[in-house]
């Protein structure tokens, strides 16, 4: 294999933890002293394991680097990654392992407490990534703050690059460069505020981004893309393929579904219809069980346009 030649598909890096499930009757929750819930579950994976695992049930080659602690929770996601074929590089944090807590409401929605406890001053050191960029097509970066010390060198190998805003509204600032310097930038509607066209235009206005898709749940998803007319191109949302049981990374499904077909050189349309029929399975089943292989969601595309 010479110097230049592609060993992954998609290099992931960073925004891995693990997931405690609460499910509610209902959000936001009564302000009482206790409530009876079912059972309470862990599930490894959060943002950047669950597109690490998406990617590569989806057949890619997946690199998967990112800081994990010497914890139990470390163990849960270094197994979950191993169970999932995915080729993982941790490095150790004193910190510990990234943590959650969601809670999930009977239709599936979520409102979720994350701890961020990485120290400010935590950066992944460049001997340890640089050989990894070198041998991708195309980096993932998760929003942790160190990932953005990757952007000099991701621009100085030409290499495409995506980021995950999540629910970022156009303000604030840790998501800015995320936002300005990816080619590929993906978020949810959820916290515009109902400002969704104008953050998608910012994006564009003042970044390098090829294409912005923010995702709307059950309202589908929008595409704005540098080389239309400017026009929101709205995604219908698909139907899932049974019950909605928990929405936790339905996101992230979309955004594999989505890289799936850019690798492969489909329109941007179909890229994100790809994403939204990844993200509706994602919803059937706890945590990141239900993630779609190539085989089905082609399959779900043949039916699609066939219907």
């Not at 953005?148 to 980021?163: K, N, Q, T, W």
């Not at 069980?289 to 066939?306: F, K, M, P, W």
Request: proline share 5%; net charge negative; hydrophobic share 40%.
């Amino acid at each position: 294999m010479t110097a230049r030649e592609p060993a992954y598909d998609v290099l992931v890096v960073g925004g891995s933890g693990v997931d405690t499930v609460v499910r509610v009757d209902g959000l936001p929750i009564p302000l009482v002293d206790s409530l009876g819930v079912g059972p309470v579950l862990e599930w490894p994976g959060q943002t950047g394991g669950n597109v690490a695992l998406g990617c590569r049930t989806l057949g890619m080659t997946v690199k998967f680097l990112d800081f994990v602690g010497e914890d139990w929770a470390g163990t849960l996601l270094r197994e979950r990654l191993a169970h999932g074929g995915v080729d993982f590089d941790p490095l150790i944090s004193p910190a510990g392992t990234r943590r959650a807590v969601n809670l999930v409401d009977a239709t599936g929605r979520r409102t979720s407490f994350y701890d961020g406890r990485d120290p400010a001053d935590l950066r992944m050191p460049r001997e340890f990534y640089q050989p990894h960029l070198r041998r991708a097509r195309h980096v993932h970066l998760s929003i942790s703050h160190f990932t953005r010390f990757l952007y000099d060198d991701i621009m100085e190998l030409g290499l495409p690059v995506s980021a995950d805003l999540h629910d970022w509204d156009g303000l604030t600032e840790h998501h800015r460069e995320f936002a300005h310097r990816s080619d590929l930038v993906f978020l949810s509607a959820a916290g515009t505020a109902g400002r969704i066209a104008d953050v998608m235009r910012g994006i564009l206005r003042d970044g390098r981004a090829q294409a912005v898709v923010a995702t709307a749940g059950a309202d589908g998803a929008y595409l704005l893309a540098r080389d239309g007319d400017g026009t929101l191109q709205h995604i219908p949302a698909v139907a899932p393929p049974g019950p909605v049981v928990d929405s936790n990374g339905a996101g992230d499904a979309f955004l594999c579904g989505f890289l799936y077909g850019h690798m492969r050189g489909l329109d941007l349309v179909s890229c994100a219809r790809l994403g939204a029929t990844a993200g509706a399975y994602a919803c059937t089943a706890d945590g990141n069980l239900a993630l779609i292989d190539a085989a089905t969601l082609e399959s779900a595309q043949v039916s699609r346009c066939g219907s």
